[in-house]
């Protein structure tokens, strides 16, 4: 398996654009001449158009051998439906997947006809059964669910940032703008807070998870990094939509 790939810019002329592959002035290797000249490239595929810079380029995509995409399933009906019932399907195109249930109708359609006797739907039944079947294909008008409201999805601020900026002023005993492990203990021993010093480094270790690797060793935290944490938060879990539809 071979390909090959020539760019070319800031010419106009499909002539230029030949000789210069074709001269290759300023490549040592003469890639673009080889291209051009290799017997065993026998699919090529071209691209002209304009470009910021150069003003123009080409793009011009070589290779040996070329394998069609292989056809949809949709496409697959739609041929064989043409076929048997000798005339073209007209296929609906504007909303996502309006082509697909154009031939699925037309299959269906075609399916019924063939079937034998025994096997065949009634015609009375036949719509109801297929919209049972395939009702994203029969209903014409799909109902979306109701949307249930669950409040705000994003959590609102309810602490005052300037409480929690003072707080920590307050008990930073060092002034280095830090709240320390034992300034938050010593806190709890004076106002008989029933905290342990094992509690107090589990709310300490939750904050520094959230920081860089790098910054993660300084146990000390900065007045931002607590009112982050006394923030009203939201959980999010995987649900279950169910959407049941009762027709009579």
């Not at 026998?42 to 995509?61: E, K, Y």
């Not at 064989?80 to 249930?101: C, D, F, M, N, W």
């Not at 065949?120 to 014409?140: D, F, G, M, Q, W």
Request: hydrophobic share 35%.
């Amino acid at each position: 398996e071979q390909c090959g790939e020539n760019i070319v810019f800031g010419l106009r002329s499909s002539k230029e654009m030949v000789y210069h592959m074709l001269i290759d002035d300023g490549a040592p290797e003469r890639g673009h001449r080889a291209n051009l000249l290799n017997p065993d490239f026998r699919f090529g595929g071209v691209g002209f158009g304009s470009h910021p810079g150069a003003q123009t380029s080409l793009v011009l995509l070589l290779a040996d051998h070329f394998k069609a995409r292989a056809a949809t399933r949709t496409t697959r009906m739609k041929n064989i439906s043409e076929e048997l019932l000798g005339r073209p399907v007209e296929v609906k195109t504007g909303q996502p997947g309006a082509a697909h249930h154009t031939v699925q109708r037309h299959w269906d359609d075609l399916m019924q006809e063939v079937k034998p006797d025994h096997l065949r739907v009634p015609a009375h039944l036949h719509s109801i059964v297929v919209a049972h079947e395939k009702p994203k294909v029969y209903r014409s008008e799909q109902r979306p669910t109701p949307p249930l409201p669950l409040g705000s999805l994003k959590p609102q601020p309810s602490i005052d940032p300037a409480l929690i900026r003072a707080f920590v002023h307050r008990l930073d005993v060092d002034h280095d703008s830090m709240l320390e492990e034992d300034e938050v203990l010593l806190l709890c021993h004076q106002k008989q807070l029933g905290m342990s010093p094992e509690d107090i480094a589990q709310m300490f270790d939750e904050v520094l998870l959230k920081r860089k690797h790098a910054e993660a060793r300084a146990r000390g935290l900065k007045w931002g990094e607590v009112f982050s944490a006394v923030q009203c938060q939201k959980c999010y879990v995987p649900t279950v939509d169910i959407n049941l539809e009762i027709e009579g």
